[in-house]
């Protein structure tokens, strides 16, 4: 069975770094990016940016490049969103997702099949 | 960035009922649309790939539709299991937008 596994919730003060984790199991980890999206309180989601663990090419979205680190460890088949500095207004749910592609004749359709259960980061005083 | 745009944000809908959601997008992306269904206080799960193509799993229920700049999510006869949010997300290019959701409950 296909499975990504997240860290534990967090508790955490504004200046604090952080280091959450999505595990995956039950397929090739380094063959299939992962992405990372956020879920603030009550709101939408957000794509935050994808890695892939093969080789480490990352991309960021404009809105959280700078804000966040996305890394990967192949040899234990998981990645990492990190944080050097939590800010108040980064308590959410953070979901990593593995991206899935469809091929036929007009392109990769790319899709998250998967996606773990959620890491609550909570940021306050 | 490509902006996407849901529409309505939210609805109520008797059991039974043919429920629509609408997605636009602010430029072309062909069909590179996704239908994600989150249940509250779950992680988000696949309902359509390709803007048309079934999740394996998925009930038959549940189709989507659209090209180009606009699609639709298609709910058949909504059931209870489908009150959730549902979200649209275009893999046309990155970053891979999300609409803001559409919110479906049983009136």
């Known amino acids: 069975e296909v499975q990504l596994v997240q860290s534990g919730a967090e508790v955490k003060k504004p200046g604090e770094s952080l280091k959450i984790s999505c595990k995956g199991s039950?397929?090739?980890?380094?063959?299939?990016?992962i992405g990372w999206v956020r879920q603030m309180p009550g709101k939408g989601l957000e794509w935050m940016g994808i890695i892939y663990p093969g080789d480490s090419d990352t991309r960021y979205s404009p809105s959280f490049q700078g804000q966040v680190t996305i890394s990967a460890d192949k040899s234990i088949n998981t990645a990492y969103l990190q944080w050097s500095s939590l800010e108040a207004s980064d308590t959410a749910m953070y979901y990593c997702?593995?991206?899935?592609?469809?091929?036929?004749?007009?392109?990769?359709?790319?899709?998250?099949?998967?996606w773990g259960r959620g890491t609550l980061v909570a940021v306050s005083s | 960035d490509i902006q996407m745009t849901q529409s309505p944000s939210s609805l109520s809908a008797s059991l039974g009922d043919r429920v629509t959601i609408t997605c636009r997008a602010s430029?072309?992306?062909?069909?590179?649309l996704i239908w994600y269904q989150q249940k509250p206080g779950k992680a988000p799960n696949l309902l359509i790939y390709a803007a048309s193509s079934l999740q394996s799993g998925v009930p038959s229920r549940f189709s989507g539709s659209g090209s180009g700049t606009d699609f639709t999510l298609t709910i058949s006869s909504l059931q209870p299991e489908d009150i959730a949010t549902y979200y649209c997300q275009q893999t046309f290019n990155t970053p891979r937008t999300f609409g803001q959701g559409t919110k479906v409950e049983i009136k």
């Open positions: 430029q072309t992306i062909g069909d590179f």
């Open positions: 039950g397929y090739t980890f380094t063959n299939f990016w």
């Open positions: 997702a593995r991206q899935m592609y469809y091929y036929d004749s007009r392109g990769y359709y790319w899709y998250f099949d998967v």
